[in-house]
């Protein structure tokens, strides 16, 4: 993160490292997302994510999938090259695509779309590590 003042109009909020530039259609931000928008009813938090899955289908979809994105810095429209040239070799994607990126990240963002969703993620359901809902028992009642 930059810490520096907000002063010089030069500098990024967020700067990555250069090992860190790397994008590998992780879920936590869409996570957050998700539940920050169920708990405020904040419809920016759904703006945001549809503005994740428009880049994600921009930027990282392939012929047969989805790729990594070796640097975040340095990306191009995909869905051009891929349509028209059945490649999916690009010297800026990685050819790899975590499992979590099917049962964790498009779910959430499906989830934050999704108006007849009835997770209650405050009485009723908790996530486990795969995303997966799973009902809170009430242990104090027999």
């Not at 930059?2 to 090992?19: A, G, L, M, V």
């Not at 990685?94 to 499992?99: K, Q, Y």
């Not at 963002?109 to 809902?133: A, C, I, K, T």
Request: hydrophobic share 30%; glycine share 2%.
């Amino acid at each position: 993160f930059n810490t520096n003042s907000y002063d010089d109009s030069n500098t990024k909020d967020f700067e990555p490292c250069s090992n860190g530039r790397h994008h590998y259609l992780r879920s936590e931000t869409v996570e957050t997302l998700y539940i920050l928008y169920h708990l405020t009813n904040d419809p920016v938090y759904q703006e945001w994510g549809w503005e994740i899955f428009q880049s994600l289908e921009q930027l990282c979809r392939s012929l047969v999938g989805y790729a990594s994105v070796k640097d975040v810095d340095n990306t191009k429209n995909h869905n051009e090259e891929f349509s028209s040239n059945y490649s999916t070799s690009s010297d800026d994607l990685e050819d790899r695509m975590e499992s979590t990126f099917l049962s964790k990240t498009l779910k959430y963002l499906y989830l934050l779309q999704d108006p007849d969703s009835e997770l209650d993620l405050v009485n009723m359901v908790v996530f486990n590590n795969d995303g997966h809902p799973l009902r809170v028992f009430n242990l104090s009642h027999p």
